[in-house]
T-cell receptor, first 113, second 118 residues
Framework: EAQVTQNPRYLITVTGKKLTVTCSQN?????MSWYRQDPGLGLRQIYY???????DKGDVPEGYKVSRKEKRNFPLILESPSPNQTSLYFC????????????FGSGTRLTVV | AQKVTQAQTEISVVEKEDVTLDCVYE???????LFWYKQPPSGELVFLIR??????QNEISGRYSWNFQKSTSSFNFTITASQVVDSAVYFC???????????????FGSGTRLLVRP
């Protein structure tokens, strides 16, 4: 089944404790993105990657890191999480050149206390 | 700059009523794509429709219909005979063109929460 898999679905952590949210897709998509969803703000892009080893900042990159060492994986790293990073996170992938719509993961609800 | 505005924060209707969710967008691109996504209470994002800027035909899918008007930069979504299962947050989104490629980024509106009461 074609899908984007995020883990974990739920995570509660403490301020400053490094964490990684994993994202993997099995559709051989070039593009991958991370979004965060906050009430009243919709979804905002954090980082995106147009292919292996090609990443760039989205609209709200502060406090996040990403890497794209393999085409299928695009982990989101919070080196020192803070409470303002409490949010719902979505990973998404897309086939380049054909805006067939993004395929989204199921979301990761992160709480930083 | 590209922007999507969903002015209706929350709408409440009684089952079987028709409801229209508004979406207004801004873009300088001549080629762009518009999307609607549904987010039910379970939290996942469900793709509903994609429309490109050159196709202004309205679309109907069952109880759902979409009205795309370039003259007013709007892409409104109507649910006919609403049902309780339609209760969700609905997002309108615009894909931004980058070097001729429109598939790398979605710009979302803030969403409209629809509550359909029995």
């Amino acid at each position: 089944e074609a899908q984007v898999t995020q883990n974990p679905r739920y995570l509660i952590t403490v301020t400053g404790k490094k964490l990684t949210v994993t994202c993997s897709q099995n559709m051989n998509h070039e593009y991958m993105s991370w979004y965060r969803q906050d009430p009243g703000l919709g979804l905002r892009q954090i980082y995106y990657s147009m292919n292996v080893e090609v990443t760039d900042k989205g609209d709200v990159p502060e406090g996040y890191k990403v890497s794209r060492k393999e085409k299928r994986n695009f982990p989101l790293i919070l080196e020192s999480p803070s409470p303002n990073q409490t949010s719902l996170y979505f990973c998404a992938s897309s086939l380049r050149g054909t805006p067939s719509g993004y395929t989204f993961g199921s979301g990761t609800r992160l709480t930083v206390v | 700059a590209q922007k999507v505005t969903q002015a209706q924060t929350e709408i409440s209707v009684v089952e079987k009523e028709d409801v229209t969710l508004d979406c207004v967008y801004e873009t300088r691109d001549t080629t762009y794509y518009l999307f609607w996504y549904k987010q039910p209470p379970s939290g996942e994002l469900v793709f509903l429709i994609r429309r490109n800027s050159f196709d202004e035909q309205n679309e109907i899918s069952g109880r759902y219909s979409w009205n795309f008007q370039k003259s007013t930069s709007s892409f409104n979504f109507t649910i006919t005979a609403s049902q309780v299962v339609d209760s969700a947050v609905y997002f309108c989104a615009l894909s931004e063109d980058y070097r001729g490629d429109s598939s790398y980024k979605l710009i979302f509106g803030s969403g409209t929460r629809l509550l359909v009461r029995p």
